[in-house]
């Protein structure tokens, strides 16, 4: 039956080290970690994103709770926080957050340009840093590709005049992948974010591989297909050789796939719920999953 076991055990647990050239553990947390191409800097394989989860009021119960969720992410070994500027005002909720728990020195904070003109993106950038009650951000994103030609030189400005320390573009469906590849075969990229899960896995085909070859840095959105995994594994057993690779609930299973993947640097799944924070964070540790389990998932889910 799916559930999301080993809770409590999660945040402890550390697992078996992978001997992977490109992979590495950070010694505090367990957390393995990979290293963005363009500058070597390491990140650890699981984040966190924002839409939906964020999108609270401020003081809430709700907010509260959020609150425990970012001191187990950070206390577990997380770094890496994507939020956007059009996600009902969790960007906002997120700086708050980070100001009160003092968490912005730990966070490798993403954002995003989503606009249509250049007048237009530069008030939401300054809106943006407002929000996040900060002067920079780590990783600037160009949103679904939005007016991309105009802001992808605006993106890099910021980044020379040390705004942002890297750039890149996003996309959230695999029908937006062709375009995401011509970009990046285009145009010199730190960072793309795609879509990539046991039920969408065409990114491998050939946007993964050449990111690869590029040496861009990747971030996955929706390994959880936006929640409809879970309904479709609703009372099933995990897989038999799940426990080998120490997997014990579905979450895990979904996120391990994506960052067994050698391109991958840092899978973003949102949540609201500590328990749940916590069993994410397990996924990024022990082995990763072989070329044979993969395929036997993207065969399960088809």
Known sequence: MFRRRDVLRAGAAVGLLATTPWLRAEPASGLLARKVPSTGEAL?????????S???????????QLKDVLRLFFAG?????????NYGGADAILGQLL???GWHRQCFLATKIAADSRAAAEEQWAGSLRSLRTDKVDLLQIHNLRDWRTQLPYARELKAQGKTRYVGITHYLASGQDEVARIVRSEPLD???INYSVNAPEAARELLPLCQDKGVAVLINRAFDDGRLFARVKDQALPGWAAQVGIGSWAQLFLKFAISHPAVTTVIPATSRPERQLDQLKAGTGPLLSEAQQQALVKLFA
């Open 191 to 193: 960072f793309i974010q």
């Open 77 to 85: 070994g997380g770094k890496v926080i994507d939020t956007s500027p």
């Open 99 to 101: 100001e009160e728990g």
């Open 44 to 52: 650890p394989v699981i984040g966190a994103g924002t839409s939906g």
């Open 54 to 64: 964020f999108e609270v009021r401020s003081g809430s119960a709700q907010y509260q």
